[in-house]
């Protein structure tokens, strides 16, 4: 995000509700998809993006649902961590993750 923050040429920068050390001013607004239509938006883009994404991981990885759970650690995905370790799409600094970090697929 800081990086696409600072290579668009905008003068200021908003955000939904997270901090941005960078050197232009940030508007860091609660509820930001409720008050920007930018911030909505860039939401619904991520979103989008997101879900395509983790459809192409499960067909890499069918056993742990990424097309459903969109990669939230619901139970079922969490079973299918212990059961067969863990990805290298898998965020290492994720407190159940990183229990399993020795165990990559």
């Known amino acids: 995000m800081k990086r696409i923050a600072l290579d668009l040429p905008a003068d200021i920068v908003l955000t939904d ?32 993006t997101r879900d395509r994404i983790m459809k ?22 969490m079973e299918a961590i212990e059961q067969y370790g863990i990805t290298e799409i898998h965020r290492r600094s994720f407190g159940p993750v990183a229990f399993h970090q020795n165990s990559l697929f």
Do not use: C, R
């Open 17 to 48: 509700a997270m901090p941005l050390d960078i050197e232009k001013p940030v508007i860091s607004l609660v509820k930001g998809d409720q008050k920007s239509v930018s911030i909505a938006a860039g939401s619904i883009l991520a979103k989008v």
């Open 56 to 77: 192409e991981y499960d067909e890499k990885w069918p056993m742990y649902g990424f097309a459903k759970n969109k990669g939230y650690p619901t139970k079922a995905h």
